[in-house]
């Protein structure tokens, strides 16, 4: 069991990286909003991007909120290559 400190750390850790890769998926919504501003995409093309980016902020969402805090944080905090919540929430091909 796990104390206190120990459990408010894990949220903290666990909602500091949540924002962090949100951000990185908001970014490519930005960007893909700026080409088609200026002639570069169309808009099937960014709801292409809209898609993928809903699909990715829900995998990243039901990460964060695998139930045990503990265990999400140790995933977060390991020094392994990053999970690619972009490429996770691309379509499937069939």
Known sequence: MSSKAERR???EAI????????????????????????GQLDALEVDRVLFQYSRAAKELWKF?????????????????PSVDWW???????R
């Open 64 to 80: 964060c909120d695998l139930g045990s805090i503990e265990l999400t944080a140790s995933l977060i905090n390991r020094d392994e």
């Open 15 to 38: 909602a500091a990286y949540h924002e962090a890769e949100l951000a990185k998926l908001v970014e490519r919504v930005g960007e893909a909003i700026d080409a088609f501003r200026s």
């Open 9 to 11: 750390a894990a949220r």
């Open 87 to 93: 490429d996770r929430g691309a379509p499937r091909r």
